[in-house]
């Protein structure tokens, strides 16, 4: 092991050795397929790096001090120095949450760390083709993300966090439009609050500060 006095010069270490990661797994969309890599080949490729530098990453889920199902997460060092926080997961069909899980658990391990797998490792997607097949959006995915811009949006104190939390979904490729929509309600909802209305409605979202 690799000994750094703390945290963060622990991550300057691993970050300095990231290693590539290729998208091993393919999925079939119905009308096309694509290639992604799952908990499996990140977890591979990353922990074995923190180790190394004396850092660790742990997560569960359970229910924060609000009583919402979240995922906990931690990044430790051997110092004592520690990072981490909360993901909300969505609930429903045991099999859905069990998805819902997986997905953060991959996310937060990929974002905690600055890990991020290949656009393209087989050569299969030719850059001088334009793809024009419309995407498909995993449903599990959605509900995820769906629920932690929720939990932001619900902790907003200001329309400036709501805005903050709107451009920020809004630059995210992993936000479908149908999310999207559904969060520009949600922020409307949340802006007349804060203006001491009461809830709002869709129509009085205001795209320039809310998601769109």
Do not use: C
Not at 21 to 44: E, F, H, M, W
Not at 75 to 82: I, M, N, P, Q
């Amino acid at each position: 092991m690799t000994e750094h006095a703390n945290l963060a010069t622990a991550m300057a270490a691993v970050q300095a050795e990231l290693p590539r990661i290729g998208k091993g797994n393919t999925a079939n969309a119905g009308t096309y397929s694509y290639r992604y890599a799952d908990l499996a080949d990140v977890s591979a490729a990353i922990l074995p790096l923190l180790g190394k530098h004396g850092l660790s990453f742990s997560s569960k889920p359970t229910l924060d001090a609000q009583n919402r199902f979240v995922l906990e997460y931690v990044l430790r060092h051997v110092s004592g120095d520690t990072d981490g926080g909360s993901y909300p997961l969505p609930t429903g069909r045991p099999q859905d949450v069990g998805s819902a899980i997986t997905y953060a658990r991959r996310y937060v391990l990929s974002a905690m760390t600055g890990i991020a797998p290949d656009a393209d490792d087989d050569g299969a997607s030719a850059p001088d083709v334009p793809d024009v097949r419309e995407r498909q959006w995993d449903p599990i995915e959605q509900a995820t993300l769906r629920a932690a811009y929720e939990a932001e949006i619900e902790d907003a104190k200001n329309l400036d966090d709501i805005k903050a939390i709107g451009q920020r979904a809004r630059r995210s490729d992993d936000v479908s439009p149908a999310t999207l929509d559904h969060l520009s309600r949600k922020a409307a909802n949340k802006k007349a609050e804060l203006n001491g209305g009461g809830h709002g409605s869709a129509g009085a979202r205001q795209p320039a500060d809310v998601p769109a």
